[in-house]
């Protein structure tokens, strides 16, 4: 899997990327954006499940950070129904949670785990991390 070359940068082996973050409280979610924001991350931030697939019709991130406790549809229904279309299956999803102890979360496919409160470094380095192992720090056509 590669990231687009449309809409990534590579510099000093520092891979740009599209995040979409699915978190349904508005300070984590902000806080979210704008520390990847200020790493050079185009990133994009729904409240719920339900509004992710909405916009996934049209978009393909190239890494999902994702809650788990949400209203309505929660992160483990949203891992299932993404893994189970084509389109967004190969996608990498580090999951941003409390339920670090939640059994259910050691059988889910997750490229990274980040327990909340999380700091800001971790959540960079575990990004950065998640993106070299996926798409080994290059562009697509590179």
Known sequence: MALRASRTVCYLKKVMADIL????????????????????????S?????????YLRD???DLIILDMLMPEMDGFEVIE????????????IIVLSVLADDERIRTLS????????YR???????VHDVLDRTY???????
């Open 21 to 44: 973050v699915i978190e349904d409280e508005a300070n984590i979610a902000r806080a979210v954006r704008d520390r990847l924001t200020r790493d050079g991350h185009r990133v994009d």
């Open 46 to 54: 729904r409240p719920s499940g339900e509004e992710a697939f909405i």
């Open 59 to 61: 978009h393909t991130p």
């Open 81 to 92: 129904r993404l893994r189970a279309v084509p389109a967004t299956s190969k996608i990498p």
């Open 110 to 117: 997750l490229a990274a785990y980040l327990s909340k409160p």
């Open 120 to 126: 800001g470094a971790d959540l960079l380095k575990t």
């Open 136 to 142: 080994g720090g290059a562009p697509h056509g590179s």
